[in-house]
């Protein structure tokens, strides 16, 4: 406390102002909830003066800083220089730079040739200022709500533009000393890559250098469902266990305490740049300045002043930073266990306030961590019980003390690596064994901001509950309510939904019926890769179905399949189903006749061998009813395997609309259903074009027959083949009949209810 002045009021509002800098303005009124507790604060009346021209002039400061986003423009000379925020993958190098307007700009540089992405990846890229010649880019689209924002992506980044370049003019080294620190850290990375085995690199880049760029998106995954991935983040307790080693080293070497805290708290801020300058990294490194000086007499704190005085510095520096997750759980589960120090106090075992330290952080996070993704780990209240000693006593110390040694005695290192190497790998087959185990995740979708808000003031009355003294069971009310309430919402939802998501080139649906009864997916979208792999290509395919349907299905709540048809066997339609296998629980898969026996359908295949999910062959006559909606397979019909023509064909009828999902089904396919079903009455029809628009589907003859209501086109962004073909587009014209495409409107959601059908679109 500084006098009786409490900085946190006077920070908070620094915060609101930054949220409120980005729009709507009328976030700046949140502050008009201190108003309690200035008036509690009787005697205090610089404080509520101080926060009121905090939340004005921070405002109007934050609001001149914020970049206006650059739209496509000719091609111009631009020279900048590299952050450590960029990737060489394949044939681009893509990360976020500065320009010598200090502008934060994402770029992506075209190599040439192989020999220039050697001579890259020999170099370390933020120590040299570069000059290109290129033009700024429109930012691609987001596929749906629920997806990467390439938009969002910068804002949180301060960034104001996406830059595309191929030509290179020159580049010439930099001085000064981050660059220096910055190439320090990037001779500890490769130093770590020469003498660390294989197996052991990425931990020790993520624990020693706060670079996770290495890691295996499968580990990674495993990670998140243990609720462990905060332990590959340099954060207090990494700053904290590394600031009490060296002090207590320098203090053995009969150095004065002041002059080791001073040293100290002027190696700190170095070392937060060197290990990548993430928000948690900087929020414990000027935490635990604060304390310092408060240790040395200098300076009188409170804890959450000092926690409010470093993110209120951090966000008038960097205002975007209220935008990343990263730094909104920080500083979030700082402030929840400064909070919960009286219920801390409480517990005599060490188990307990471990299990306590979880618990809190996990229930004050749980809001965030649902908004930006969806879903929320349920173990890792009890795995965060054995990890986090194990990190913090063993893996954490150890590597600092493997990096040391490879260092001054490589061969003693080599010895300590034989020992622990088999030890860190069977725990890492334990963390695989544990993830692999069902039923650990609790996805009840994004919530809206009024759900939002229940659970935050859920848990803020839960945790005054249990401060004030009231039993745990009878405060935990607070929690579960809510939680409840989350929980259900998806389910309370009375229309039928048809999502047609926009996995680029390629197919994928989604089917909820009222109150997710019962949830379809039809196809999974995926990517067809042509010739073999050179240095153009990617370290990894982009998976449409891990990065595209997967969040879809998340944000919406829904963590179970009823029933996954892949129409047939093509790439750009199955692709994408393993990695939904792997992480949402399918009841039971349809295929078209013989398709399984397709070398595109083995992994499938052995996923759902793996995990016991029946696979039946459908045709021509199956069908199935579910209250006023009923499902038929009009096509193929049973025999040899024919590709396109041998798509699942279904047709969905409800009150008020009916669907046709037609796969890639061509010509031949379409006249026989015209044979078979011509004379049917199709009510309002809503077609799934076939084969994404090509000439080789949608024939005059089947598109008069049906005369959909609404064409649903289904296809890729400049793609190769030319869909939608302009035959096709004049067919539609020629009898105006309506239509729209996943290229052109994003994700296209028809939604019927009581009879009548609405669409709304993702752009």
Known sequence: MIGSIRPIYVCIPVAVSAFAAYGPVQVLFLNLLLIPIFLRRKKDYLTPFLALAASLISYFFISVQIPELKQAGPPITLTLTWTDQLKIDGGVLKGFAKTDSHETIYVRLKFINERQKTQFQEIHIPSYRFTLYGAFEDLPPAAHHYSFNMENYLKANGASGMFESSELINYQRNTGLRTVLSERRWQVKNHIRETFPDSLVVEAESLLIGDRSGMDEDLAASYRTLGITHLFAISGLHVGLLTFLLRGLLIRLSIRKQTVDTLIITLLPLYAVMAGGAPSVWRAVSVTVLILLTATGRFRIRMDDALAMSACCFILLRPNV???????????????????????????????????????????????????????????????????????????????????????????????????????????????????????????????????????????????????????????????????????????????????????????????LPRKRKVYVIDTGGTINFGERNWRSPEKDFEVGGKIVVPFLKGRGINKIDKLILTHADSDHIEGADELLEEITVKEIHISPNSEKEPTMEKVLHIAMKKGIPIFAMNEGIGWKDGSTVFNYIAPAKGKYKGNDSSLVLLMETVGASFLFTGDLEIDGEKRIIRNYGRSDWGKLILKAGHHGSRTSSSDVFINTLQPVLTILSYGRNNRYGHPHLEVLDTFEKYNLPTLSTAENGTITVTVRKGTYFITTSR
């Open 322 to 512: 209220v935008f990343q997750p990263g730094f909104q759980l920080s500083y979030l589960a700082a402030f929840s266990l400064v909070y919960s120090t009286r219920i801390l106090s409480r517990q005599k075992s060490g188990l307990a306030i471990s299990f306590l330290v979880t618990t809190i952080t996990q229930l004050a996070l749980y809001p965030v961590l649902l908004h930006h993704f969806y879903e929320l780990s349920l173990s890792s209240f009890v795995v965060n019980l054995i990890y986090v000693p194990i990190y913090s006593v063993i893996i954490l110390p150890g590597n600092i003390l493997l990096l040391i040694l490879t260092y001054l005695s490589p061969w003693i290192a080599g010895i300590i690596f034989n020992i622990y190497e088999p030890i860190r790998n069977w725990l890492g087959y334990f963390t695989e064994f544990l993830s692999s185990l069902p039923y650990q995740m609790w996805v009840p979708g994004k919530p809206t901001a009024v759900l939002s808000v229940l659970a935050v003031v859920g848990t803020i009355l839960f945790f005054i509950s249990i401060e004030s003294g009231r039993k745990p069971i009878l405060a935990i009310w607070f929690i579960l309510v809510p939680a409840l309430i989350l929980h259900i919402y998806p389910y309370t939802d009375p229309t039928l939904k048809v999502t047609f998501l926009d996995v680029g080139q390629g197919d994928a649906i989604l089917i909820e």
